[in-house]
């Protein structure tokens, strides 16, 4: 029972199988500690060959173990929660909170409006009052396709919206409905009638936008539609620019309805002013001018913020949301509801791992009662928390909800000419918007900074995963999308963790000692790069000198290596599995966690390391969203493309070939010698050689047997011979 007798919205479970986890746990930390009294009892004597090469590799596995015992904590205990929504509405149908939508797109090239307006029609379309729903496009591309785009979308939700709560549609994402459903032909004629007109109706706004963007500009004819294109008579630069604010549809307005007679949610197109002397701060500046400009015209109390590829992909995920919000036991201590970033175009095997399975159902959901960090895309907030406001005995006495009954009286057109001062460039001058007020500036990972920063104020946060997944995007389709993507994570992440927003001194009586280790599970992923590269090359390396650094296979020793290599494996592949994965998938998924920590994760610790010197600054980087039908067939065919002379790629070969060149010097030492003992103190190295080969399968594929143009560059192949071959010639003599 919860407050007042009455039944609570939600329930919690913890998981199950913690048993044979503690078991895996514990067994593998007598491993570990065994591992560690080898290093120790068995370290070479000074002056003699490998001694150094020994201490590096002890000081790397202390670096494993420590994150080992943080990924450990994190699983001690994760939580799933399960929302009773036919409660929600009963008690609280008529008193329903107001709820605005922010989508942030940046790039018309990069994130096609199609696409952008695609996320927009599916979140208005939600299974919810649209009178309480305003939906608000913040664009920083400043572009008038995408205004152009926004615009035929207001006019194509007069249809799309009664369709889908007609017939109670799944997903309400026109694109995504439509290309995975077939006519309905006999079950419902009535309905395949409509099904027909409305996606003629799609198709033809989506060819429209098309035949736009193809030409790169608006016709007059259509600029004579609406006054909003207007604005851009003034605009020569997308980074120059005023103010234009538009209320496509206003809610407020009696004749804003839908075919069918009922009132439409609230449409808002928003690019923010730029100027070139003033920094804008990226995706934290857009959400900022878009909660003050929410609050000028709708004011909800609950904001959602999704990326402008993640379409809704559950018409009821508000009222999942609210189960925990309007809780009355536990509901007002609560900040945000975070959902899982979840992708529509994985392949079977995940060539790249972009699903996240393990992240996204197992860690975030050990953060423990604390709460998960905020992931920037498909969160609830109360508006409340994201405006600064501590949480105290006062949010405990407060209603949950409101009702706004001083609605803003003004026409429209005063309101988008009053707000336009609240999204201009000044407008935050010696103020605390990106500090103490909304999400904060000067880091690539805004997000995860701004959440920590909200539970460190008294707040607690939910992560919940409901069976049918709220959203969906875009996952990377190459690979050099992907590793740039974890770069800005990992670099961002560390920033966090180097700065006075480190959870172990900035929470550290704010937050539970568990959710401050949690943090870290992401925060350390950039130093991680240093024990895996020390991994991935030096054991190869000591191989061609015959160097052993393990223990002889006929030692007792070689039993807590051997147990804790293959226990962390066999526990790793079953989590995969139980997320959902396949045994290649998982293969795959260790592929690119090798990939990731070898360059992305340097790449993001080095940018780190120099930026904490002054030589570097932060950016921030756009993942394309959009891929050419080559590129969709390779990724769909999981064949790995490179194509691109990144440094990246030159370090993914140069390890690889190091690997190869050093695995086939060992076999022929073992051969040449014939004798036992050789292959008795180096199996265990190449055995960890040939793992590293088999990872680096596909980079020797584009290093040597394609032909296409995704093949790995000449200059990177090239490059990464010469100094694959000097490393081992350095390591020979």
């Known amino acids: 029972m919860g407050r007042d007798g009455q039944l609570p919205l939600f329930e919690t479970k913890a998981a199950k199988g913690r048993i044979l986890f503690g078991l895996y746990a514990v067994s593998t930390f007598v491993g570990i500690c065994l591992i560690c009294v080898y290093r120790l009892t068995h370290l070479p004597e000074e002056g003699k060959v490998g001694r150094w090469a020994w201490i590096g590799l002890f000081l790397s596995e202390l670096g494993y173990i420590l994150y080992w015992f943080i990924t450990v904590t994190v699983r001690l205990k994760p939580i799933y929660r399960y929302t009773f929504k036919d409660r929600l509405t009963q008690r609280y149908e008529k008193v329903l909170p107001g709820i605005d939508i922010f989508v942030c797109t940046a790039n018309p090239i990069i994130e096609p409006p199609t696409m952008v307006i695609n996320t927009v029609l599916s979140v208005m379309a939600y299974d919810y009052p649209p009178e309480k729903l305003s939906v608000y496009l913040s664009d920083d591309g400043g572009s008038c396709l995408t205004f152009y785009a926004l615009l035929e979308a207001s006019q194509f939700s007069k249809v799309w919206l009664p369709f889908c709560k007609k017939f109670k549609v799944e997903p309400r994402c026109p694109e995504a409905y439509f290309s995975s459903t077939s006519e309905p032909h006999h079950n419902d004629p009535l309905m395949a009638e409509e099904w027909s007109s409305i996606k003629k109706l799609y198709e033809d706004m989506r060819n429209r936008i098309e035949s736009a963007m193809k030409v790169g500009q608006i016709s007059e004819e259509i600029r004579k539609q609406h006054k909003g294109f207007g604005e851009w008579d003034l605009v020569s630069d997308p980074r120059n620019h005023q103010t234009i604010l538009q209320i496509l549809i206003d809610g407020r307005d009696g004749k804003a309805m839908d075919v069918e007679g009922q009132p439409l949610p609230t449409l808002v197109y928003l ?211 992907s590793l740039i993507q974890h770069k800005r994570w990992s670099e961002g992440d560390f920033q966090i963790f180097l700065s006075s927003y480190c959870p172990f001194t900035y929470g550290h009586k704010r937050i539970p000692l568990k959710l401050q280790i949690s943090y870290c599970i992401f925060l350390l992923w950039a130093p991680n790069c240093l024990p895996t590269l020390y991994y991935v090359a030096i054991p190869s390396l000591c191989l061609l000198k015959g160097i052993s650094l393990f223990p002889k296979i006929s030692s007792l020793w070689i039993l807590p290596f051997a147990y804790v290599m293959s226990s962390s ?24 966690w090798v990939f990731k920590r070898t360059t992305s994760h340097f790449f ?88 590293l080969v088999l990872m680096n399968l596909p980079v020797y594929h584009g290093l040597f047997f394609r032909k296409d143009a995704t093949r790995m560059p000449y200059s990177v192949t090239y490059q990464s011979i010469a100094f694959a071959l000097l490393a081992c010639s350095l390591a020979l003599y």
Request: glycine residues 8%; hydrophobic residues 35%; contains cysteine.
């Open 271 to 481: 690019s923010r002013e730029k100027r070139p002397k003033y920094a804008h701060n990226f995706k934290a500046g857009a959400m900022n001018a878009l909660i003050r400009v929410s609050s000028r015209i709708s004011n909800g109390e609950i904001i959602l913020n999704v990326d402008c590829d993640m379409y809704s992909n559950n018409s009821e995920s508000v009222k999942d949301a609210l189960c925990f919000l309007m809780d009355e036991e536990t509901g007002r201590e609560i900040a945000y509801v975070q959902f899982p970033q979840c992708f529509n175009n994985i392949t079977k095997n995940d060539l790249y791992a972009s699903s996240l399975n393990v992240i996204m159902e197992v860690e975030l959901a050990g953060f423990g009662s604390g709460g998960p960090c905020y992931i920037g895309t498909g969160c609830f907030h109360r508006r409340e928390t994201l405006c600064g406001k501590k949480y105290d005995m006062e949010c405990e006495r407060e209603q949950t909800t409101r009702n706004n009954d001083g609605k803003i009286e003004e026409s429209a057109s005063v309101l988008e000419e009053t707000c336009k001062v609240l999204a201009s460039c000044s407008y935050e001058d010696n103020t605390q918007w990106g500090k103490e007020m909304g999400l904060k500036y000067g880091c690539p990972v805004e997000d995860v900074l701004t959440g920590l920063s909200i539970q460190c104020r008294g707040w607690k946060s939910i992560y919940f995963t409901p069976e049918r997944k709220a959203f969906l995007g875009v996952a990377p389709t190459t690979l050099l999308q």
């Open 569 to 592: 494996c066999a526990y790793s592949l079953g989590e995969f599995i139980w997320c959902g994965g396949t045994l290649l998938g998982w293969w795959n998924d260790q592929r690119m």
């Open 604 to 691: 993001g610790f080095s940018e780190t390391i120099l930026k904490q010197l002054g030589f570097s600054r932060s950016s921030f980087a756009v993942t394309s969203k959009v891929a050419d039908e080559e590129e969709s067939k390779r990724f769909e065919q999981e064949i790995m493309e490179f194509g691109a002379a990144s440094p990246m790629f030159t370090i993914l070969a140069t390890l690889a070939l190091l690997n190869l060149f050093t695995f086939v010097g060992g076999i022929k030492r073992v051969i040449i010698d014939m004798q036992a003992q050789v292959l008795d103190s180096l199996l265990l190295q190449i055995l960890l050689c040939g793992v």
